[in-house]
């Protein structure tokens, strides 16, 4: 493939703020989420608190995000399900 400014422009990761998008909307969700629960000023100085986690987390692993998805993706449901007996059934 060729080494064109364009196609490596839209091949790379999405990021804002400095993060991949999936860590900003964590961020975000774990700022204004409380918050309008809540309804406390003082939750939004934790801002500052999940924004340094989730970049410790990009230095890391900047793709951790995507091993998360496969592992919720992949994983089957539990096979006990005493309250409820419709659904799958594993033999």
């Known amino acids: 493939m060729e080494r064109h ?29 409380p918050f309008i629960w809540i309804k406390a000023v ?11 986690l989730a970049r410790l987390m990009t230095a890391i692993n900047p793709n951790g ?7 919720f993706r992949k994983t089957p449901p539990a096979l006990s399900r005493k309250k409820r007996r419709a659904g799958r059934h594993y033999v």
């Open 65 to 71: 995000h995507k091993a998360v998805a496969v592992v």
């Open 42 to 52: 003082a939750w939004l100085l934790t801002a500052p608190v999940w924004y340094g």
């Open 5 to 33: 400014a364009v196609i490596l422009g839209l091949s790379r990761q999405a990021k804002l703020l400095g993060l991949p998008m999936p860590y900003t909307m964590a961020v975000g969700a774990l700022t204004m989420l």
